[in-house]
């Protein structure tokens, strides 16, 4: 039989340590990128976004980058802490005719080891 | 307190019956989505509402549906027709339906069948 998506993607990092997350994303058409962090038992919660007129922006201990050439994004987590264990997810909003709709990607779980 | 409150926590359901999960914001948000989550993967949309008395199928309608009478509630069906309904829902609001809108999410409910 087919197993579908029961394996997230994972990182694993000591406490203290930068994080980074990436996500590919396929849609060029794309122009609003969010991150979320998802804990378990718990829903989404808004991270930091980005439009497609910027490179990168920062936050409070993230920092998200931007490469519309490869079609990439990442999430920076400086000095990792347990309280960051979690599932983080890229959401894309795929142009002005798609009004606020969002595509998600898989996931990546995170978990931050003392 | 703002914000976005589902209902229940855990619900359980025998074959054939339908239920209603109950999505509430008082944010004064104009659109509201549901979201299907399966363990391992990203969220799918379901249905969504830009406005009041409005609303629009997602990517997975089928064996759902939803109404919207009042600006702060987005309830959904889960019919007898969804043959796989066991997954964790998730509600989320925007302030409308612009380009490049933020979605917030309510903490989900955990739907199981017995």
């Known amino acids: 039989g087919e197993s579908v998506g029961l394996h997230l993607p994972t990182l694993s990092v000591q406490e203290g340590d930068n994080s980074i997350i990436n996500c590919a994303y396929s849609?060029?058409?794309?122009?609003?990128f969010i991150w979320y962090k998802q804990e378990s038992g718990k829903g989404p919660q808004f991270i930091i976004d980005?439009?497609?007129?910027?490179d990168k922006r920062q936050g409070q201990r993230v920092t998200v980058l931007l490469n519309k050439t490869v079609k990439h994004l990442s999430l920076q987590i400086a000095a990792t802490q347990p309280g960051d264990s979690a599932v983080y997810f890229c959401?894309?909003?795929?142009?002005?005719?798609?009004?606020?709709?969002?595509?998600f990607g898989e996931g990546t779980q995170l978990t931050v080891n003392p | 307190d703002g914000g976005i409150t589902q209902s229940p926590k855990y619900l359980f359901r025998k074959e054939g019956q339908n239920v209603t999960l109950s999505c509430e914001q008082n944010?004064?948000?104009?659109?509201m989505y549901w979201y299907r989550q399966d363990p391992g993967q990203g969220l799918r949309l379901i249905y969504y509402?830009?406005?009041?008395?409005?609303?629009q199928k997602g990517d997975i309608a089928e064996g759902y549906s939803v109404s919207r009478e009042k600006k702060e509630s987005f309830p959904l069906t889960v019919t007898s027709a969804q043959k796989n309904p066991t997954a964790y829902y998730l509600c989320?609001?925007?302030?409308?339906?612009?380009?490049?809108?933020?979605?917030?999410f309510g903490p989900g409910t955990r739907l199981l069948v017995l």
């Open positions: 980005i439009r497609s007129n910027m």
């Open positions: 849609n060029s058409a794309s122009d609003y």
């Open positions: 944010l004064n948000h104009d659109a």
């Open positions: 989320a609001s925007s302030p409308g339906w612009a380009w490049q809108e933020t979605q917030y």
């Open positions: 959401a894309e909003n795929i142009g002005e005719t798609s009004g606020s709709r969002l595509t």
């Open positions: 509402s830009q406005i009041v008395n409005d609303f």
